[in-house]
């Protein structure tokens, strides 16, 4: 174990006893991380703060469920997600269609070449998808989770999350070759 875990774990004990300094030290670690995850998530920095917020302070009042088998980081991440699409489902800017009703389409790859394209000009055009597009991009290629944990997060099917996935990825490459066309 390296000394930034044992310093972690000892400020997770500190908090586990109420420590207010424990506490902030964690939040002053972590709190830029989780609202950008929230901010790409919900693409709203009043709200992306607001789940921040409540964010850590449901982690802090459970911290007796985190089990270290994964890093305090990743388990508050997974927090920080949750409260995020729950926001989205309550404010209706969440929307899922069952894979029985959409119809499935063979999409020719179309691989442009765009040296132009820029990691800031992809972050925009994937704020413009729809809610569910960009929740599910954003977690499997920005917050690298694979399709079985992002159907549970989600609370959607394998299938129609892989379906999601690609969907979005192509309309995606659809808008970025459009924009860099011009």
């Known amino acids: 174990m390296n000394v930034a875990n044992q310093d972690i774990n000892q400020l997770i004990e ?3 006893k109420g420590d207010a300094k424990a506490q902030f030290a964690i939040y002053k670690l972590y709190y830029k991380a989780m609202y950008n995850t929230a901010f790409r998530i919900l693409n709203d920095s009043f709200e992306a ?45 969440f929307e899922t269609v069952p894979l029985e ?9 179309d691989v442009a ?11 925009n055009k994937l704020s413009t998808l729809k809610s569910n597009y960009k929740v599910a ?6 917050e690298g989770y694979d399709c079985e944990e992002i159907a549970q997060i989600m609370d959607i099917s394998y299938e129609n999350t892989r379906t999601t996935i690609s969907r979005a990825k192509n309309k995606l490459r659809q808008l970025l070759s459009e924009s860099y066309a011009r």
């Open 14 to 16: 500190g908090c586990k």
């Open 113 to 123: 070449d765009c040296p132009e394209v820029n990691v800031s000009g992809i972050l």
């Open 49 to 93: 703060e607001d789940v921040m917020q409540e964010s850590f302070l449901s982690a802090f009042t459970k911290l007796d469920s985190f089990s270290e088998q994964v890093t305090f980081g990743a388990w508050l991440k997974k927090i920080v997600i949750n409260n995020s699409i729950t926001a989205l489902r309550r404010n209706h800017k």
């Open 137 to 142: 991009l954003t977690l499997n290629l920005i």
């Open 101 to 109: 009703k959409v119809a499935i389409s063979a999409v020719e790859e």
